[in-house]
């Protein structure tokens, strides 16, 4: 077996690229992203209601989005705060994770948002998003039941919520 290591890109668009590593390994180099986790006042949980193409369902999800050349996570989760949920705030690195290292090299970077105030920019041309806010339990049963589509970001969001409710955050 050779040590050297030979990569072929098979695709590159907008935000991925797909190469294949030792004629073996599809891998998709994807761009970073951030999700944001707010509470109000209640408890509640922000979320929004998207359609998905890639998988052709609605999602209820944290607002969320890929990071822009150059800016830094804290960046990107303000500015996606204030483009779908017209919301600005402090911002506290939670975690970070590879979404799927099996195939893919993206990092999700989950931020908790402090001191909630308003603040709106533009959404994307693309979007169309509705606002709503759900208890962390009731987001959680229903992913569990099927009753709610999500993505990573909302069940991280969702269970760190849920473990600190009542925890004095």
């Given amino acids: 077996m050779s040590s050297d290591t030979h990569t072929r890109t ?31 006042a209640a408890g509640e949980m922000l979320l929004v209601r998207q359609h998905r ?12 989005g890929l990071i822009d050349a150059g800016e830094r996570p804290e960046q990107a989760a303000r500015r996606e705060l204030q483009e779908e949920a017209g919301l600005d705030a402090e911002m506290t690195l939670l975690t970070r994770f590879y979404v799927s290292p099996g195939f893919c090299d993206e990092q999700l970077y989950v931020f908790l948002a402090g001191e909630l105030r308003e603040s ?8 169309e998003i509705e606002v709503l806010w759900m208890q962390p339990q009731a987001v959680l049963a229903g992913l569990r039941d099927g009753t709610l589509t999500g993505s990573a970001s909302t069940v991280s969001a969702a269970l760190y919520a849920a473990l600190h409710s009542g925890a004095g955050q």
């Fill in 53 to 64: 193409p890639a998988i052709g369902a609605v999602t209820v999800e944290a607002p969320a």
């Fill in 120 to 127: 709106r920019l533009p959404m994307d041309d693309d979007e």
């Fill in 10 to 40: 098979l695709y590159e668009g907008h935000i991925l690229q797909l190469e294949l590593l030792e004629d073996k390994w599809e891998i998709v180099r994807h761009a970073d992203a951030v999700a944001v986790l707010a509470l109000n």
